[in-house]
């Protein structure tokens, strides 16, 4: 079992930045694929970026491609995202998740990520 906690969200005015971390526990982090979603008000939660088990396979939803990065540190056990250029739509509550993969590939689908952090709030103002 995984137990995600999420952190580096705040407040931030249009066009700055902010890197979320999220730390896992266990032995077995470099066995998860991992993946970054969000959810603003009133709307469903969605797909930001995914990162392979090595780290050698991301991808980013088009709405944050240039803007956002993944990247993972499996020494440190840790998923993060760096996100330049914000935009007010970019605030939501941020979530990381973890699915279990034998393979070193992406896991894009909401449904496949079997752990998940509690979110971490993130506000850009115009």
């Known amino acids: 079992q995984v137990q995600l906690v999420e952190s580096g969200g705040g407040l931030v005015q249009a066009g700055g930045s902010l890197r979320l971390s999220c730390a896992a526990s266990?032995?077995?982090?470099?066995?998860?694929?991992m993946g970054w979603f969000r959810q603003a008000p009133g709307k469903e939660r969605g797909f930001v970026a995914a990162i392979s088990r090595s780290g050698g396979g991301t991808y980013h939803a088009d709405s944050v491609k240039g803007r956002f990065t993944i990247s993972r540190d499996n020494a440190k056990n840790t998923v993060y995202l760096q996100m330049n250029s914000l935009k007010p739509d970019d605030t939501a509550v941020y979530y990381c998740?973890?699915?279990?993969?034998?393979?070193?590939?992406?896991?894009?689908?909401?449904?496949?990520?079997?752990?998940w952090g509690q979110g971490t709030q993130v506000t850009v103002s115009s």
């Open positions: 266990g032995r077995t982090f470099s066995t998860y694929a």
């Open positions: 998740a973890a699915d279990y993969r034998v393979l070193d590939r992406l896991t894009l689908a909401e449904s496949e990520y079997d752990y």
